[in-house]
């Protein structure tokens, strides 16, 4: 509470006093009572990386003090990684899924979903057009698709190591064996992106089927972090039955894992999903939730995800502007692009690679940074 009028001030200060000064504090934002208590949590996030549960809570629950918080990401970012911002070349190759996770667009279970395999010439052709453009990662993401082996796997990742070095390969292709997992490390595979989706249970159960569980998603997060994986969790925000405490626990897992990479974007219904009338998850809380990762995890490599970009058109600038430094433009031919979809109106569909780098480019300029086109390795 700002100072109760007609009271004695604050630690014997005369009351005139006290209400001048802190008339200067909240306008510095530096108030008393809440004001000045909030503030101090996004110090003490800022400086320690860490706060209380209830402290943690009370950021995520209001969007009083997003600017401050931004600013403080912000700088934050920018103390490790300075103005670049890392490109990732998605090559998303196949859309068949076995699982049927019920937020998915993909989900093995939806007939309607318009199935399509890249061959591994078509995705060297991907990474050939990536490579000219000055993409020095790809990322191979689909569906849990078991009709590529393990051999094929680690085929295509040799063979794109083998043509480009210098470029970083980064998988997201589900669950697999410890074994397999080594396998693909062995081929060359440097990062693997694998959301846990929620550190919470019983919220795992409900956006989930039975066969999967949260025990075996983190086993297989443990698992790549062994293999000398440079690893990526994360979650979406605003997913069915998601509450703060959810997002809490997701904070604190992410504590506990230390990842080099964490995807956040918004929860969005796809219409043929058991989820499809479930509302998009929050904007603003997106950004909040960027930036409090931000704070907690310096060095992490943390995009602005299509997602975000999707319920607001200029999601991926604001993304950045609250302390994330990724972009993932998308190589896969434009033919398959609408068909993989996770969620509705998925936005860069109709763009040839070329045009999407463009476009990021012009965006990341205007939000005040600049791309790089080094591996963008973690920077612990
Ligand atoms: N809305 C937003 N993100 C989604 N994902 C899957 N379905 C949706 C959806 N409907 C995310 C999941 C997955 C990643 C590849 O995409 O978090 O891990
Ligand atoms: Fe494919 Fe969830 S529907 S992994």
Not at 26 to 47: A, P
Request: net charge neutral; proline share 4%; with cysteine.
């Amino acid at each position: 509470m700002c100072g109760r009028q007609g009271e004695v001030g604050r630690a014997g200060i005369p009351k005139q006093e006290t209400n001048a000064k802190q008339k200067a504090d909240v306008k510095s934002n530096k108030g008393f009572g809440k004001n000045r208590k909030m503030s101090d949590i996004i110090e003490k996030l800022k400086t320690t990386q860490n706060a209380e549960d209830d402290e943690i809570l009370r950021l995520l629950n209001t969007d009083e003090f997003d600017e401050e918080l931004r600013i403080a990401a912000d700088e934050t970012k920018k103390s490790v990684y300075g103005d670049k911002v890392f490109i990732r070349g998605l090559i998303e190759f196949t859309n068949y899924c076995k699982n049927n996770c019920y937020y998915c667009g993909i989900r093995g279970g939806n007939t309607n979903a318009d199935r399509y395999r890249l061959s591994k010439e078509e995705i060297l052709e991907c990474c050939a057009e990536g490579y000219k453009l000055g993409y020095r990662t790809f990322v191979l993401q689909g569906g849990e698709d078991l009709t590529y082996s393990d051999d094929d796997i680690c085929d295509i990742v040799q063979s794109i190591k083998s043509l480009y070095p210098d470029a970083a390969v980064t998988l997201s292709i589900g669950e697999k064996e410890k074994e397999s997992y080594r396998r693909y490390k062995e081929a060359g595979a440097d990062r693997y992106l694998l959301r846990h989706e929620t550190a919470s249970e019983e919220h795992y159960q409900k956006l989930h089927p039975s066969e999967l569980s949260l025990e075996k998603r983190k086993e297989c997060l443990w698992n790549l972090k062994e293999l000398g994986y440079q690893v990526g969790a994360g979650f979406m925000v605003g997913s069915p039955y998601q509450e703060p405490e959810h997002i809490l626990a997701d904070l604190r897992f992410l504590q506990e894992l230390r990842p080099d990479m964490i995807g956040i974007g918004p929860f969005i219904p796809h219409k043929d999903t058991p989820f499809a009338d479930f509302p998009a998850g929050d904007y603003k809380l997106t950004l909040r939730i960027l930036s409090v990762i931000r704070l907690m995890f310096p060095y992490v490599l943390l995009p602005a995800t299509t997602a975000l970009g999707t319920i607001s058109p200029n999601g991926r600038e604001e993304g950045l502007r609250h302390g994330a430094n990724v972009v993932m433009p998308n190589l896969s031919p434009v033919r398959f692009r609408e068909k993989y979809s996770l969620y509705d109106n998925k936005i860069c569909t109709g763009e040839e690679a070329a045009e999407c780098k463009a476009c990021l480019e012009m965006r990341v300029k205007k939000a005040g940074y600049r791309i790089v086109t080094d591996r963008g390795d973690v920077r612990r």
